[in-house]
């Protein structure tokens, strides 16, 4: 079946220690995007990806860092720089046809701190 | 600053009734709209999309949007107990190819039997 994967599903991180969290994708979807949800408030962008090679900050990137050597993939490393890491995180991807198709969503990672 | 604005509710309707939701947006610009639903716990998943305005139905959801008055809306008819949930506004601001989008904080509703 087509879609977006993430993974680990439940990830704790130690105080100084950088995470990785992965997001794989199969749909041929060019674009890439990453967003934080914090509880009770809405997603808020991270960090997005157009095209391999090539990524934006969104609004809230200190701390966080990203690639996309691949069109499949883009995960994204929390780093100990971030220091309320605790989220639950969402990557999505945007298909051919522009502004106007929808963004699908992997089932998320929810990061805690130990 | 590009907002989109939701009442956080919570939202509370009888089963079977009409659940009316509510976005608004700020920037004149916004190219397309877009609808989620989000349980609990997970992550959200696309109930509508809409851009021109006007009304869009699919089954029991309608989405209406007017431009002029920078809302938009989802109407769910015939309310069922699993239509409970947080409904998440998403607006791409930017037009183009882009795809960014800007999310309301989401309204919860809770449709009781």
């Known amino acids: 079946d087509g879609g977006i994967t993430q993974s680990p599903k439940y990830l704790f991180r130690k105080e100084g220690q950088n995470v990785t969290l992965s997001c794989e994708q199969n749909?041929?979807?060019?674009?890439m995007y990453w967003y934080r949800q914090d509880p009770g408030q809405g997603l808020r962008l991270i960090y997005y990806s157009q095209i391999v090679n090539d990524f934006q900050k969104g609004d809230i990137a200190e701390g966080y860092s990203v690639s996309r050597e691949k069109k499949e993939s883009f995960p994204l490393t929390v780093t100990s720089a971030q220091k309320n890491p605790t989220a639950f995180y969402l990557c999505?991807?945007?298909?051919?046809?522009?502004?106007?198709?929808?963004?699908?969503f992997g089932d998320g990672t929810r990061l805690s701190i130990l | 600053q590009k907002e989109v604005e939701q009442n956080s509710g919570p939202l509370s309707v009888p089963e079977g009734a009409i659940a009316s939701l509510n976005c608004t947006y700020s920037d004149r610009g916004s190219q397309s709209f877009f609808w989620y639903r989000q349980y609990s716990g997970k992550s959200p998943e696309l109930i509508m999309f809409i851009y021109s305005n006007g009304d869009k139905e699919d089954g029991r959801f309608t989405a209406q949007l007017n431009k002029a008055s920078q809302y938009v809306s989802l109407l769910i008819r015939d309310s069922q107990p699993s239509d409970s949930a947080t409904y998440l506004c998403a607006v791409n601001l930017y037009g183009g190819s882009q795809g960014n989008l800007i999310f309301g904080k989401g309204t919860k509703l809770s449709v009781k039997p």
């Open positions: 999505a991807s945007l298909g051919q046809g522009g502004a106007n198709q929808p963004q699908h």
């Open positions: 749909l041929n979807h060019d674009a």
